[in-house]
C-alpha cells in the first residue's frame, strides 16, 4: 500500500530551486533512506512532507489524501511524524512531559487523556532507555540523549510514518550501529514506514535502507534497492567527484600556470 | 481520593498567602490599603502569568485589558444606575460587561497580533492598548477624554453607606477573589492538555506545529483568559475601588510593565510565582517610597537586576528546581 506518493514536488526560494521535481513513493511499513551531500535538498523536501512548506508545484499525497496545502499541526494526527536534524526538545520540561507531548497530539491524541499520555511515554522512555532522565528538563540532555528523546517523542505520536532528518550525525560507530538495530526494531514491533535522511554516513545506510533515494542539487538523481543505489557510478561521482582524468588535466593546467609565473 | 486531591496542592501556598493578606488587613489597623495594594499586584501578576508566564510572548498591551474592564463597569454602574432596586446585581452586571468587552477585544487583537512572533508580537500590541486609548478620546466613545466619574451613581444605587463599604472593603476583597481564580485557572490549564501545549508552543514553536499542536489556538485560549482575569481586576480595582475612569489612567503602560516585572521575579509559568513576585514588587515599592522619597526607583532598578541575574527562571522557578525530587515539591509549582 502506498503511504506517501510525492508528484512532482518543487519548491523554490527565489532564485534557488531547492527542490526540483521530485517524485517519490514510500509504501506502508518500509525503511528508505534519503541521502546526498550538504546542499541536496533533502530538508527542504522533508519540511514539505511534514508542512513546514508547502510546495510550489506538485503534490503530496499522504494515505490517499492530498496534504499539499494542509498546515504542519494537521498532518500529525493523520500519522506523520518527524524528528529534527539539531534535537529540539522542548527544554523546560521534562523528558517524561516532552514525549507525553507526543502522545497528546499524536494521531491517537484526541482519544488519550494527559494521565494516560503520561503512562504511554513510560513506555517509550523504557523502549529508548532513558529512565534515569524520566524527571530530568530535556534541555539538560546530552546529544545524543536529546536524539533518543526526540525519536521517543516522535514514536509516542504513533505515526503511520517516520520521518528522521539526520538521526546518526555526529554519532560514533558504536552508537550508529545500536541505533541502526534499534531503528530496525521499531519498525517491526510498530509497524511503521521510516525514511531516513542521511548525509554522509553510509555504514547506517548499508545497514538500514531497502531502498535508497539519492538527491542531488534538488533533484532525485537514483532511487534504488540499497547495493545497487550506493555502487550507481552516478552516486560515486556525486560524493567523490569525477573521474580522476580531469583533475589531472587540472594538475597540469596548475603546472603550466606555475611555469610562466617563474 | 488521596492521588485526585493531591493535584491541588500547589494551591495551598497560594492559598494560604492571600488568606494571611486578608487577615493581616482585617486585623491590624491601618494595613488594609496595603494589603490591598499587594493584593493588586499579586492578581496582576496571577492573571498575567497566564498569557506571559504560559505562552511566553511579551504583551506590552496588556493594561488595555484593564481599561476596557474599568470601562465595563462604569458602564454598567452609569447606564444603570436610573433603574429602581437595581442593587448589586448592577456589580454582577458591570463585571459581565468588563469580561464581555475584554473577550472581544482579546479576539479581535490576538487574530491579528498573535500571528506576528516574539519582538514583533510585543510592538504590535504597543500599538493596540496607545490605539484604543487615542479612539476612545478622539472618536469621543464613553465621554472620550473627559472620562466618567461615579461617585453619584455608585451612591443612587447602594446608598452611601454600603457604596463606601463596597470601594474600602469589598472592592478590595473581590481582588483577592479574582487573583485565587485566576490561580486555579492556572493549575486547570498548567495539569491539562493546554498546558502542556502551551509549554510546547514556548519552548518551540516550530517544533510543536510539526508534533500536530495547533499552536495558534492555544495562543488565544491563554490570551483570552488572561485578557479576561485583567478586566474583572480592572472593574473591580479600579472601577469600584476609585469610582472614576480616565483614558490616560487606565491605559497607562507602567501597569504592563510592572506586570512584566512581577511575573519575572517570582517565575514566569509558576503558580506561586506571581503571588512571590507581586509581594516582593509592592513591599519593596512601598518601603523605598518611604525610606527614601523620590529615589525608590533608582534603588528598585538594581534590585530587579540582580534578582533577575541570581535567579534568571524567577525566585519560583528556582525553588521548584530544588525542590523537584523533595515531598515539599508537591506544594510548589
Known amino acids: 500500500m502506498t503511504l506517501l506518493k510525492l508528484e512532482n514536488v518543487t519548491k523554490r526560494f527565489g532564485g534557488l530551486t531547492a527542490v526540483n521535481a521530485v517524485s517519490m513513493e514510500v509504501q506502508a511499513g518500509e525503511l528508505i533512506a534519503i541521502v546526498g551531500p550538504n546542499g541536496a535538498g533533502k530538508t527542504t523536501l522533508f519540511n514539505i512532507v511534514s508542512g513546514v512548506f508547502f510546495p510550489d508545484e506538485g503534490r503530496v499525497i499522504f494515505d490517499g489524501r492530498d496534504i499539499s496545502r494542509l498546515p504542519p499541526y494537521k498532518r500529525a494526527p493523520l500519522g506523520l511524524g518527524r524528528t529534527f536534524q539539531i534535537p529540539r526538545p522542548f527544554g523546560s520540561a521534562t523528558v517524561r512531559e516532552n514525549i507525553a507531548i507526543g502522545a497528546m497530539f499524536g494521531s491517537q491524541g484526541k482519544k488519550l487523556s494527559v494521565r494516560q499520555s503520561l503512562e504511554m511515554a513510560d513506555l517509550y522512555i523504557d523502549m529508548v532507555g532513558l529512565q534515569p532522565h524520566k524527571e530530568k528538563a530535556a534541555g539538560g540532555l546530552t546529544p545524543i540523549e536529546k536524539k533518543l528523546m526526540e525519536i521517543a517523542r516522535a514514536l509516542a505520536m504513533k505515526p503511520k510514518l517516520l520521518l528522521m532528518d539526520e538521526a546518526m550525525a555526529g554519532m560514533n560507530p558504536k552508537d550508529i550501529d545500536e541505533m541502526v538495530g534499534f531503528l530496525m526494531r521499531i519498525k517491526t514491533e510498530e509497524k511503521i514506514a521510516i525514511v531516513a535522511m542521511v548525509e554522509h554516513i553510509m555504514r547506517a545506510v548499508a545497514g538500514l535502507a531497502e531502498r535508497v533515494m539519492v538527491m542531488h542539487q534538488g533533484a532525485k538523481l537514483v532511487d534504488a534497492p540499497t547495493t545497487d543505489a550506493l555502487s550507481d557510478p552516478r552516486v560515486v561521482e556525486v560524493y567523490l567527484g569525477g573521474p580522476p582524468r580531469r583533475s589531472r588535466k587540472q594538475r597540469e593546467r596548475r603546472d603550466t600556470l606555475e611555469e610562466t609565473e617563474s | ?333
Open chain 2, 1 to 333: 481520593m488521596k492521588t485526585r486531591l493531591a493535584k491541588y496542592y500547589p494551591l495551598i501556598p497560594v492559598y494560604g498567602a492571600y488568606l494571611v493578606m486578608f487577615f493581616i488587613g482585617k486585623n491590624m489597623s491601618g494595613m488594609w490599603q496595603l494589603m490591598a495594594m499587594l493584593a493588586f499586584y499579586c492578581a496582576l501578576g496571577q492573571a498575567f502569568n497566564i498569557f506571559l508566564g504560559m505562552t511566553g510572548y511579551v504583551d506590552f498591551g496588556y493594561v488595555a485589558f484593564l481599561g476596557v474592564g474599568t470601562y465595563g463597569m462604569a458602564l454598567g454602574i452609569t447606564r444603570l444606575a436610573h433603574v429602581e432596586g437595581i442593587g448589586l446585581s448592577v456589580i454582577v452586571i458591570g463585571l459581565a460587561l468588563a469580561v464581555l468587552m475584554a473577550t472581544l477585544l482579546s479576539i479581535a487583537v490576538g487574530a491579528v497580533a498573535l500571528r506576528l512572533r516574539g519582538a514583533y508580537f510585543a510592538i504590535a500590541t504597543i500599538g493596540v492598548n496607545e490605539g484604543f486609548r487615542y479612539l476612545i478620546e478622539g472618536a469621543k466613545i464613553w465621554n472620550g477624554s473627559e472620562g466618567m466619574i461615579f461617585n453619584a451613581q455608585m451612591n443612587q444605587i447602594f446608598g452611601r453607606e454600603v457604596a463606601s463599604a463596597i470601594s474600602t472593603f469589598w472592592a478590595d476583597v473581590l481582588v483577592l477573589i479574582i487573583a485565587a481564580a485566576a490561580a486555579f485557572v492556572t493549575l486547570v490549564y498548567m495539569r491539562s492538555k493546554i498546558g502542556y501545549a502551551l509549554t510546547a508552543l514556548r519552548e518551540d514553536e516550530d517544533a510543536a506545529k510539526v508534533m500536530g499542536i495547533n499552536v495558534t489556538k492555544y495562543k488565544i485560549i491563554a490570551f483570552i483568559t488572561s485578557a479576561v482575569f485583567a478586566a474583572l481586576l480592572g472593574a473591580a480595582a479600579w472601577a469600584l475601588k476609585t469610582p472614576y475612569v480616565f483614558p490616560p489612567e487606565v491605559f497607562e503602560i507602567h501597569y504592563t510593565v510592572e506586570a512584566i516585572i512581577i511575573v519575572l521575579l517570582g517565575g514566569a509559568g509558576t503558580l506561586l510565582g506571581p503571588v512571590v513576585g507581586g509581594l516582593i514588587y509592592g513591599v519593596s515599592k512601598y518601603w523605598l517610597a518611604i525610606i527614601i522619597p523620590g529615589f525608590q526607583l533608582l534603588i528598585f532598578a538594581p534590585i530587579i537586576i540582580l534578582i533577575i541575574v541570581l535567579f534568571p527562571e524567577g525566585i519560583v522557578g528556582m525553588l521548584r528546581k530544588k525542590l523537584r525530587s523533595r515531598p515539599e515539591g508537591a506544594f510548589i509549582l
